[in-house]
C-alpha cells in the first residue's frame, strides 16, 4: 500500500519553478531517501508534504489525507525534522522534549517514560538536564529527531537530518533510521550524498531542477552502476589509432578519449556498458588486432559517478 502519494505536484515561487510535475508513491514501510543537488527542489516537495507550503498545482496524499484538504490529519501521522534546528534559549533538553509533547497533547502522566524512551533511542539518556544550546552539532540533530518522534507517527519526513555530521555520526544516524524502520515507521528523507542513500534505503527518487530524473528500488539503480564502467588501458604509441577504432566499432563502448602517456605510450579511456563477457570479448578483440596492450583495467564506476551521470545527462 502507498502510504505517500504525489501526484503531478508542482510548485512555483513567482516565475521560477522549484518543484516541476513530480509524481510518485512511497510503499508504506519503505525507507526512501530523496536525493538531489542543491537547489533541487527537495525542501520545497517536504515543505508541502508537512502542510507548510501549499502546491501550486497537483495532489499529495498521507495516509489517505491530502495535505491541503486535511493538514491537521496529516500532521498527526507525521513526524517533521527540518533542515534547521532553531534557537533554543535556556532550555533543557528535558524541558524541549516536553515542550513538544504539550504541543501534541500527551498526557501528563505519559510524558516522564516517553521522554526518556526516546532519549534512551537517540542515545541522550545522559544529557537530559543538558541546556540545548550546550549540545554539539549531531546531539541536536538526534533530539531533533526525537522531538519528531513524540507522537509516534507513522510517517517520518527528516530534511537532510545527516548534513553536517562526522562520518562516524553519519553512519550511527543512518542505523538509528534502519532502527525506526524496524519500528514499522515510514520514512522520506533527503540528502546530497548519495551514500547516505545507497546504504540503507529500499526505494530512492533523484530530483534536479524541479525534475525527478529517477525514481523506484534501489536495486534498479545498482543493477544500472553494475552495467556502468569504463575500461582503461596503455597501449604503445604508434597503435593508438588503431586501438581506438577497434574500440570505437565494438558494442556496448561509449566515447573513447586518449592522452600521450610517458615514454610516448597512450591511455584510452572508454566508457562501457556492457557484462563480464562483453568486456572479456573486446579484449579478446584488441590481442587478436595485435594491438600492444601494457595495461587492461575494466572499472565500476561509483555510486557517485552514477549520480553525477545521471543528473547531468538524464540519463534515464
Ligand atoms: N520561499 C522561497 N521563495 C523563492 N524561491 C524559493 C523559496 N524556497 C525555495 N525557493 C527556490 O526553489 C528552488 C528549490 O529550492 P529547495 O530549497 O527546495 O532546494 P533543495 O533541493 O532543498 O536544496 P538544498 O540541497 O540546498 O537544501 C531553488 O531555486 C530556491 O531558490
Ligand atoms: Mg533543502
Redesign the pocket.
Known sequence: MSIIQIKNLSKN??R?T?VNDISFDIEAGSLFGFI??????????IRVLTTLLKPSAGQVLVDGHSVVKQPREVRKVMGYMP?FFGVYNDMTVWEYLDFFCGCYEIEFNQRKSLISDLLELVDLSKRHDDYVDSLSRGMKQRLSLARSLVHDPKVLVLD?PASGLDPRARVEFRELLVELRRLNKTIFF?S?ILSDIAEICNQVGI?EQ?NLISVGHIDTLKRQLRETHHIRLRVMGDTVERAKSILATSQGVGEVEADPASDGDWDIIAEFSGDKPAVTTLLKQLVLADVPILSFAAETDSLEDVFMKLTEGGIL
Open positions: 515561487f513567482g521560477r522549484a538531489g543537488p542543491n537547489g533541487a527542489g527537495k525542501t520545497t516537495t533542515d537532510e533527503s546530497h530530483v524541479g
